[in-house]
């Protein structure tokens, strides 16, 4: 089967391929780790139309749909906005803020497909960083792809999650 990623754009068939995936990814991500209640706030706050409309449109982000043949299997937003570690908060980097894959397609050429388009969107600058929950099992990956985990820590910024930083300089 073929893996392919391709940027997304905010028509209606867009936002709905988002929707759909941030909703079923972010139920998987999430489910075992905070209250149903706090889990469908995030969804319903994060994901409605109103809001990807606007981080869709936003010059700051650029949005990206891993496919599996011609089924959406992920997604991740590469922006220049959010917190960035201390260290580095006088390095021009980009972020990945957002990047997931559902269970069943989660496999190391869906993970590459989507990294490497991030990769590639990011080589412009001094590096890129990702700021993600500390349980999540694809910390594991990144860390294989170069990214190093950042002695500082937070709590995520949307949910009630201890969150680490992970960077990746020279790209």
């Not at 006088?90 to 590459?112: C, H, P, Q, S, W």
């Not at 929950?133 to 694809?138: A, D, F, G, T, V």
């Amino acid at each position: 089967m073929e893996i392919i990623t391709k940027f997304i754009i905010a028509t209606e068939q867009g936002r709905g391929i988002l929707a759909a995936l941030a909703k079923e990814i972010a139920t998987e991500k999430f489910t075992s780790l905070i209250e149903q209640q706090q889990l469908e706030d995030y969804i319903t706050k994060k994901f409605n139309d109103k809001n990807l409309i606007a981080e869709m449109n936003s010059m700051s982000n650029q949005w990206l749909v891993v496919y599996a043949g011609d089924a959406p299997v992920g997604y991740a937003c590469i922006t220049s906005n959010g917190r960035k570690p201390k260290n580095q908060e006088d390095v021009r980097m980009m972020r990945i803020a957002d990047f997931g894959i559902l269970e069943k397609y989660n496999d190391t050429a869906a993970r590459l497909s989507l990294l490497k388009k991030c990769l590639a969107i990011s080589k412009s600058y001094d590096g890129l960083w990702i700021h993600e929950h500390k349980e999540n099992p694809l910390i594991a990956f990144f860390e294989s792809e170069g990214f190093i985990m950042q002695d500082e820590t937070c709590q995520h910024e949307e949910l009630p999650l201890p969150s680490v930083f992970l960077i990746k300089k020279s790209l």
